[in-house]
């Protein structure tokens, strides 16, 4: 079973910056389009931003000009940089492929990370 596993949340102060990465843990072929989102207890989970297999690139307006999402598809991975970040940044964030193959033809749909805590204190 293949699981996403995401990395570099934490505590930053207004203005700082954050770098969010996630990998697939086992073998797989390829992954179509990568998203992130990000959830505050009591709000529904929100897309941020997403990069499609192709690289193109879309963004929250909110997160427009401060955040930058990119892939490397050699290492099957996802980065979210996130630069003058402000306390409504606060948030749980989740990486999210939409499909991951496993071969040419065989694969999945729907996986999330676990979440990771971004911080942001004014």
């Known amino acids: 079973q293949v699981q996403l596993v995401e990395s570099g949340g934490g505590l930053v102060q207004a203005g700082g910056s954050l770098t969010l990465s996630c990998v697939p843990s086992g073998s797989i072929f390829s992954i179509n389009d990568w998203n992130w989102y990000r959830q505050v207890p009591g709000k529904q989970r929100e897309l941020v931003a997403s990069?499609?297999?192709?690289?193109?690139?879309t963004y929250q307006d909110s997160v427009k000009g401060r955040f930058t999402i990119s892939r490397d598809n050699a290492k099957n991975t996802v980065y979210l940089q996130m630069n003058s970040l402000k306390p409504e940044d606060t948030a749980v964030y989740y990486c999210?492929?939409?499909?991951?193959?496993?071969?040419?033809?065989?694969?999945?749909?729907?996986?999330w990370g676990q979440g990771t805590q971004v911080t942001v204190s004014s």
């Open positions: 999210h492929a939409d499909r991951i193959y496993f071969s040419s033809t065989i694969y999945g749909r729907d996986y």
């Open positions: 990069v499609t297999s192709g690289g193109t690139t």
